[in-house]
């Protein structure tokens, strides 16, 4: 690892951390943050534009950071040992750590405390936004392990709680990382900013008049008239064939202000009503306006639904055109896990927010669709020097004829390339070992 003299938040750091994959920002990278979404992360990491923190946003981070400065004393005397914080780089992965120590061999995290971090009992309950960054700091460091505390202070700086937890590497899950950082990447070299444009809203609608009428017996002063031109009008007026995301903003606007006018006409002719029975006329005339508004708002809703609809099922096919495109990189025959884009955006009001959790699912189907095919290539290998004479050469062969995918498993775990022919003899007889082992258990 190398470390870099950085102070967390100044303009170095930032700038550093804009050239890095970084530990803090896997969570979004895996589509697993409850802080900020993948897209977001990819929009920042390929604009360099970084959102503005508010000042209630940096006064959460300083206290943070100062909490993070009182529990780190007795972080060193769970593990007996000191602890620094270092920022530290391997090849593009970035960790910034709240505590390593001198060897190296132990990092520390800490959090502010919650209740979901109350309610754990072991590490591996820990929600995985957290085990991801801690993994990413181990593959960054090469520490063996990583205390993980959470706190609570008092204004005085007096300890009212503390967790503590010791994470160990998986393998797995550090796996499942450096592909999510690879399709990231190629993900971001296709990306094309969108242009920022203003949030559509519906134009101005042309107001009807408040309708109101005095009655004794008969009606005495209304201006009935005045509001059935401005009712005919108003309808006339309406658009309910939907073109474009303005005529979209209309149409749910209007269809708001024909269930308002509906709900205004019951109550005026409740009114009325209270004050004579004799005004049958009037009272028809109120039903007509209420039933013209009541079916108008019926058929822009529904146009409203068939549009979101439409809208809801171009995102889906994109996403499923966009999956099988990069399957078919592999071998078609694999059995490819099973993607439901519709239960992403369920319970989604908004096109932007739905958009978005179909983007973080199909990064992740891309992920696993990448290590269902490296496990493939794997079985496929272990067949291979099952099926033959196992001597130096015939292990040689098969070395030889499996480069791509030995060089690739050495590339993912940053390997010393010095180190290749020692490792490449190890994963073959493991190799050898694992395929005796899964045919004595298939047996």
Known sequence: MQQHNLVQGTPEWHAYRSDHFNASDAPAMMGLSKYKTRSQLMHEMKTGIVPDVSNFTQKMFDAGHHFEDLARPIAEK????????????LGPYSASFDGLTFMGDIAFEHKTLNDAIRNCRVASDLDEMYLIQMEQQLLVSGAEKCLFMATKW???DELIE???FMYLPNL???????DGWDQFADDMDAYVPAIEVPEVVAENIIELPALFVHAKGEIINSNLDLYDVAVKSYLVSVKTTLVDDQDFANAEADAKRCREACDRLKLSKDAMLAQTMSIGDAARLMDKWYEDFRLMAVKLEKAVTLEKDNRKAAMITKAMLDLSNHIQQYDANQPWPTVNFASAIKGKSKLSAMQDAIDDMLAKAK?????????AEILKLSGEVVSID??????REVVVENQDVIASFFKSHKINP???????AVIVEFIKHQASFNLKQAA
């Open 78 to 89: 769970i593990i007996e040992q000191d602890l620094s914080p270092v920022t530290g780089s």
């Open 154 to 156: 008092s204004d005085s």
């Open 162 to 164: 503390a967790y503590d």
């Open 172 to 178: 797995d899950r550090r796996q499942r990382i450096l």
């Open 367 to 375: 992920i696993e669709a990448t290590a269902t095919a490296r496990d």
């Open 390 to 395: 196992v001597t130096p050469e015939k292990l």
């Open 418 to 424: 010095d180190k290749y022919n020692e490792y490449r």
